[in-house]
C-alpha cells in the first residue's frame, strides 16, 4: 500500500512570490493534517481537514491556506512568502478525525525561500 | 511557550543498553500522548501512545510511562539497536476538543545507539 506522498520534494522560491504543496493521503484515510517543521524544532501544526472541511487552524497567518478535495488529496498555499517560511512541510493522514489515532506523515516538501 | 518539553538534544547509548527518553508537559488538557521516531530525509514514524487513564503502556522493546502528577511521560527502549539511532519527538493532545485539539510537539531527542 502506498503511504502519504508529498510533491514536491524540495522547492526554491523568492520572496513574495506563492506556493502550492500537494498531499495525497493513504487510500481510506479522510483526515489530512499540514505541518511546518523549521530547523531545531518539532513539527508546528498548521491545519487539519476532515472530509474536506476545515477542522482545525494552528497560529499561523492568514497567507497560509489549504483545501481538501472530493478524493481526500489536498493543498498547502502560501502566499507573499517570507524567508521565514523556509521549512520542512508534512503532511499526515490518518483514517479519523481524532488526534488519537496515530497520523501517518509523509517524508516532507523541503521548501528554501531566497 | 513550549507546552511540550523535550530537555535533552540528545542521548547516546550503548546497545543492548536501555534508551531513556524524557518528555515534560505543562497544558493540563492534554489527555493523549504519542511518541514518533524520524530518520533524516523520512517523515515521522508513530512508535507508541498511551492514554492518561493509563500509567504505562507496551509494545515490544518499547514501553511508554505516563506520571500525570508531575505532567511527566518517558518511553523507554529495551535492549537498544542501532537501528533505533533517530530523533525522537513526543506529542500531546487533548481528546475533548477546543484550541488543544492538535497534535503538539516537542523538540526532539536524537538518540544514538552505539555498536
Known amino acids: 500500500d502506498a503511504g502519504v506522498t508529498q510533491s514536491p520534494t524540495h522547492l526554491i522560491k523568492t520572496r513574495g512570490q506563492h506556493v502550492t504543496l500537494r498531499c495525497s493521503p493513504i487510500?481510506?484515510?479522510?483526515?489530512v493534517s499540514w505541518y511546518q517543521q523549521v530547523l531545531g524544532q518539532g513539527p508546528q501544526f498548521i491545519f487539519q481537514?476532515?472530509?474536506?472541511?476545515?477542522?482545525g487552524r494552528g497560529n499561523f497567518p492568514d497567507r497560509f491556506s489549504a483545501r481538501q478535495f472530493p478524493n481526500y488529496s489536498s493543498e498547502l498555499n502560501v502566499n507573499a512568502l517570507l524567508l521565514g517560511d523556509s521549512a520542512l512541510y508534512l503532511c499526515?493522514?490518518?483514517?479519523?478525525?481524532?488526534?488519537?489515532?496515530?497520523?501517518?506523515f509523509g517524508d516532507g516538501t523541503r521548501l528554501s525561500i531566497l | 511557550d513550549q507546552q511540550v518539553k523535550q530537555n535533552s538534544p540528545s542521548l547516546s547509548v550503548q546497545e543492548g543498553r536501555i534508551s531513556i527518553l524524557n518528555c515534560d508537559y505543562t497544558?493540563?488538557?492534554?489527555?493523549?500522548f504519542l511518541w514518533y521516531k524520524k530518520y533524516p530525509a523520512e517523515g515521522p514514524t508513530f512508535l507508541i501512545s498511551?492514554?492518561?487513564?493509563?500509567d504505562k503502556n507496551e509494545d515490544g522493546r518499547f514501553t511508554v510511562f505516563l506520571n500525570k502528577s508531575a505532567k511527566h511521560l518517558s518511553l523507554h527502549i529495551v535492549p537498544s539497536q542501532p537501528g533505533d539511532s533517530a530523533v525522537y519527538f513526543c506529542?500531546?493532545?487533548?481528546?475533548?476538543?477546543?484550541?488543544?485539539?492538535?497534535?503538539?510537539f516537542g523538540k526532539g531527542t536524537l538518540l544514538t545507539v552505539n555498536p
Open positions: 499526515a493522514s490518518s483514517s479519523a478525525r481524532g488526534w488519537n489515532q496515530p497520523q501517518h
Open positions: 487510500s481510506g484515510h479522510k483526515s
Open positions: 481537514y476532515y472530509e474536506k472541511e476545515e477542522r
Open positions: 497544558n493540563s488538557m492534554f489527555d493523549y
Open positions: 498511551i492514554s492518561s487513564i493509563k
Open positions: 506529542a500531546a493532545t487533548t481528546t475533548s476538543g477546543g484550541s488543544n485539539y492538535k497534535l503538539t
